[in-house]
């Protein structure tokens, strides 16, 4: 049983189009991260919410907090080839180490 | 700055064989460290964390072990590899939970 449940798994769509990826859970996160790799590379931070009902913008990329804290959503406008990869929620156990605990992510292609 | 070191980049083992990965870090001290496991470009799966040396929590049961015999250094071993410990391995360091972390680039293990 997945702690984090992820979706879609897969999504391939065009340049230009706009997209959203969902996190979600049935525990309460204390504090969530979202993470994005490339083929064969270890993951790398976009965001930490914490707060429930928080939005964060990375340029392109706006990240929602649900007001419970049991769910994220990522948003990417105007996606380019360059969004291309693997994009990871993962929840922060502050209190064992900061262990992190992934989902299954979701696999994006953006084609030209 | 910090870096994070892993090696070797790749490995290609027979099934009984033995298993050693190293990972350390530079440019920071008394590091949490972290293995994690990813097969086939899904989630991460984690294995073993460290809030120090000598002390190892896992969270797997398994045909892995790891130590941690000094500070920024951490490995993963196993007396005898089986067909399903093939992935991508990757070590991860944190300042302090539930900051971000930082991957290394991985080994990517092929159990034959």
């Known amino acids: 049983t997945q702690l984090l449940e992820q979706s879609p798994q897969f999504l391939s769509i065009q340049e230009g189009e706009n997209l959203t990826v969902y996190c979600n859970s049935s525990?309460?996160?204390?504090?969530l991260q979202w993470y994005r790799q490339e083929p064969g590379e270890g993951p790398v931070l976009l965001v930490t919410?914490?707060?429930?009902?928080e939005v964060k913008k990375l340029k392109r990329l706006t990240f929602q907090f649900g007001d419970a804290r049991k769910d994220s959503s990522l948003h990417i406008t105007a996606a380019q080839t360059g969004d291309t990869g693997l994009y990871l929620c993962?929840?922060?156990?502050?209190?064992?180490?900061?262990?992190?605990?992934f989902g299954q992510g979701t696999e994006l292609s953006v084609k030209p | 700055s910090q870096t994070i070191h892993q090696w070797p980049a790749t490995l290609v083992q027979p099934v009984g064989s033995p298993l050693s990965l190293e990972c350390t870090v530079e440019?920071?001290?008394?590091?949490?460290l972290y293995w994690y496991r990813q097969a086939a470009g899904r989630g991460l799966q984690l294995l073993f964390y460290?809030?120090?040396?000598?002390?190892i929590s896992s969270e797997v049961p398994q045909n892995l072990s790891a130590s941690r015999p000094q500070d920024r250094q951490f490995i993963l071993s196993s007396k005898k590899l089986l067909l399903s410990d093939s992935g991508f391995y990757l070590c991860?360091?944190?300042?302090?939970?539930?900051?971000?972390?930082?991957f290394g680039p991985g080994t990517r293990l092929t159990v034959l």
């Open positions: 993962a929840w922060n156990w502050a209190n064992q180490g900061g262990k992190l605990i």
């Open positions: 525990s309460v996160f204390s504090s």
């Open positions: 919410v914490v707060t429930g009902g």
């Open positions: 440019g920071t001290s008394n590091p949490n």
């Open positions: 460290s809030v120090g040396i000598g002390q």
């Open positions: 991860a360091w944190a300042e302090l939970a539930p900051n971000e972390q930082f």
